[in-house]
């Protein structure tokens, strides 16, 4: 489970990457939309696997900002960061 975690934690950083080009190129609408849904996936996904840690964050709508993406993204990443390095520092044994 660690290995999915941290792959969804880069997920997000190139969400957050992504979007932050969007934010530079406005003409680039569908890559914003593309953005949000990227991040909805991902967040329904942490949402089976940590439900604890979403608990605090939402899901963003189609059509939120390049802007919004990109701080929820990296919201989210990092909030993920930190319980990846509590696992390291506390492995569950399974």
């Given at each position: 489970?660690?290995?999915?975690?941290?792959?969804?934690a880069?997920?997000?950083?190139?969400?957050?990457?992504?979007?932050?080009?969007?934010?530079?190129?406005?003409?680039?609408?569908?890559?914003?939309?593309?953005?949000?849904?990227?991040?909805?996936?991902?967040?329904?996904?942490?949402?089976?696997?940590?439900?604890?840690?979403?608990?605090?964050?939402?899901?963003?709508?189609?059509?939120?900002?390049?802007?919004?993406?990109?701080?929820?993204?990296?919201?989210?990443?990092?909030?993920?960061?930190?319980?990846?390095?509590?696992?390291?520092?506390?492995?569950?044994?399974?």
């Amino acid at each position: 489970m660690e290995q999915e975690l941290t792959s969804l934690a880069d997920t997000l950083r190139r969400i957050a990457y992504d979007a932050g080009c969007a934010l530079l190129r406005p003409a680039a609408a569908g890559a914003t939309q593309h953005c949000a849904a990227r991040y909805n996936h991902v967040f329904g996904r942490l949402r089976t696997l940590e439900p604890a840690l979403v608990a605090r964050f939402a899901p963003l709508p189609e059509d939120a900002s390049p802007g919004s993406v990109r701080l929820a993204a990296r919201d989210v990443a990092g909030s993920l960061e930190h319980t990846l390095a509590h696992y390291h520092l506390h492995p569950i044994v399974a």
